[in-house]
């Protein structure tokens, strides 16, 4: 992957809006052993975050701190609407049931964050390797109020990459 090239920098003309994504799943394993693609714009999602890790080391008296190791999170959060015959919950609810039962290479797959300009074209796509619904919360139910359904699921992956 090639570096981010300092003109690249300066010349940020349209910023990137919150709202220009799409969340895309080229499988989703289900009990029957088929597949389905999915691609949905949820609520919210996140692109996966580095953090590295650093070791201090004493030099001719001065304090220096060397990057060890690089980490993922290896967990994603994504929130979102359920419809009236919850098709959410019940996709993402069968897909992680499936997960105790076999092989990873049976429950785990990928998925792609894409980042849309202004006429929905992809202009960047992450991916995420090794991806599978980690939670899958209760839906709660309540006389109370009418509000919105949304689920916060959380996905468990192993790696993720830049595609373009």
């Given at each position: 992957?090639?570096?981010?090239?300092?003109?690249?920098i300066?010349a940020?003309?349209?910023?990137l809006?919150?709202?220009r994504?799409?969340?895309?799943?080229?499988a989703?394993?289900?009990s029957?052993?088929?597949?389905?693609p999915?691609s949905?714009?949820a609520?919210t999602?996140?692109?996966?975050?580095?953090?590295v890790?650093?070791?201090?080391?004493w030099f001719?008296?001065e304090?220096?701190?060397?990057a060890?190791?690089?980490?993922n999170?290896?967990?994603?959060?994504v929130?979102f609407e359920?419809g009236y015959n919850?098709?959410?919950?019940?996709?993402?609810?069968?897909w992680?049931?499936?997960g105790?039962?076999?092989?990873?290479a049976?429950?785990k797959?990928?998925a792609v964050v894409?980042?849309?300009?202004?006429n929905?074209?992809?202009?960047?796509?992450?991916?995420?390797?090794?991806i599978f619904?980690?939670?899958?919360p209760?839906i709660?139910?309540d006389y109370s109020?009418a509000?919105?359904?949304?689920?916060?699921i959380?996905f468990?992956y192993d790696?993720?990459?830049i595609?373009?």
């Amino acid at each position: 992957m090639a570096g981010v090239q300092p003109e690249e920098i300066r010349a940020i003309g349209q910023p990137l809006l919150t709202d220009r994504w799409e969340l895309s799943f080229p499988a989703i394993p289900n009990s029957s052993g088929d597949t389905s693609p999915l691609s949905v714009r949820a609520r919210t999602c996140a692109i996966p975050g580095v953090t590295v890790d650093k070791t201090e080391v004493w030099f001719k008296g001065e304090r220096v701190y060397y990057a060890t190791r690089v980490n993922n999170e290896g967990s994603m959060r994504v929130t979102f609407e359920e419809g009236y015959n919850i098709p959410i919950w019940r996709t993402f609810y069968t897909w992680a049931s499936i997960g105790g039962l076999g092989a990873p290479a049976v429950y785990k797959n990928v998925a792609v964050v894409s980042l849309l300009d202004e006429n929905q074209s992809p202009v960047y796509k992450f991916l995420i390797g090794g991806i599978f619904p980690q939670d899958v919360p209760e839906i709660p139910l309540d006389y109370s109020s009418a509000d919105i359904v949304r689920l916060d699921i959380t996905f468990s992956y192993d790696w993720f990459e830049i595609l373009s």
